[in-house]
């Protein structure tokens, strides 16, 4: 039976609402829930930008759903023995089960603190070693480190979860598919990218999730929507690194407002009330190779995205797979 979940968006939403998405989620009959770390949206006009683990928390008390990360960036903005701590608590707190999800980030949400912006390779070495430290830390032992990257001294967490929490890579290309099939529980990608879980298989994935997430934006006039998606959601279009090296919102107004049209968006949503659109970009993650995938809704809606979700789309999903 193929697993279906909702990406909740805090580049979005206020706390709370998130909060009332995750309840709407699990009665529309959601696997589980995604949920996006940052320090600041994408665009200005997002709007908001909530730390996400206390948010995942009262996420806890709501509902019975595992949550994962989409994604945590463990390298520069918060030091892997803290984040390892969060996801213990976490992991220890949440009925439904936790993941971590990891990722090398974005300048957007790490630049914060006036650090360099590594390159792409050494952020994935940072990456690694991140990992490696924080699996170390949850074995609950004491720990001193010195690495390339990372020092810990005297480091121990006392509260931690029935299993270790199970961490998942986001990866885009080879080199970061590799890493994550050498290192992680399982893959995250943000497309139906069968080259990119090929790699991740070869590389010692074999038998581990993969999950994919896709943006959407259900309405009732396909032209409003696709208004809307331009409007909330163009930073999806950005081509190649972008996304991962301008460092405020403005900055990615500035580019989509000039590069990236609503037909480009259009083209890589599907917006409207058809369920035909909303299913045939759900359907080739499977075929890539995908075990679950994440549908966040763009924009204000939220209720109608539910409804029509559980009307329209989740039962031909599962009635697709079987």
């Keep these: 039976m193929p697993r279906i979940g909702y990406f909740l968006s ?15 989620a699990h009665e529309a009959g959601f696997d589980g829930l995604w949920i996006s770390d940052h320090y600041h949206p994408w665009l200005d006009r997002q709007g908001q930008a909530s730390f996400v683990w206390s948010v995942i ?9 595992p949550v994962t990360t989409a994604v945590t960036c463990p390298i520069r903005r918060i030091h892997p023995a803290i984040v390892a701590q969060a996801a213990a608590t976490t992991g220890a707190l949440l009925p439904g089960g936790f993941a971590l999800g ?3 980030g974005e300048a957007l949400n790490e630049h914060i603190f006036g650090d360099p912006w590594p390159s792409a390779p050494e952020r994935l070495a940072m990456l690694e070693e991140a990992v490696g430290l924080m699996r170390e830390l949850w074995t609950g032992r004491l720990v001193s ?7 810990v001294d005297g480091a121990r967490i006392y509260t ?17 598919a590799d890493t994550a099939g050498r290192i992680a529980d399982g ?9 990119t879980v090929r790699e991740f298989r070869a590389s010692g994935g074999e038998g581990k999730p993969v999950q994919g997430g896709l943006h959407v934006c259900w309405g009732p006039d396909a032209a409003r929507a696709r208004a809307l998606a331009r409007r909330q959601w163009p930073n999806d279009a950005l081509p190649g690194e972008t996304s991962q090296i301008l460092p405020l919102p403005r900055h ?4 989509t407002d000039e590069l990236i ?62």
């Design 57 to 65: 928390g009262a996420i806890g008390e709501a509902v019975p759903l």
């Design 145 to 151: 480190r010195r690495g390339t990257y990372y020092t």
């Design 252 to 255: 990615f107004r500035q580019v």
């Design 10 to 24: 805090t580049e979005q939403h206020p706390p709370r609402e998130l909060v009332r998405q995750a309840r709407m």
């Design 187 to 195: 893959l995250i990608v943000m497309g139906p990218a069968e080259d």
């Design 102 to 104: 990891v990722g090398t």
């Design 261 to 322: 049209t609503e037909e480009r968006v259009a083209a890589q949503v599907p917006c409207g009330p058809d369920p035909e659109a909303h299913l045939a970009a759900i359907r080739p993650y499977y075929e890539a190779g995908a075990d679950e995938v994440y549908v966040s809704q763009i924009g204000p809606d939220q209720d109608g995205f539910f409804r029509f979700y559980a009307d329209e789309v989740i039962p031909r999903v599962r009635a697709d797979r079987r």
């Design 160 to 176: 931690l979860p029935e299993r270790p929490p199970r961490v998942l890579m986001s990866a885009f290309g080879p080199k970061a």
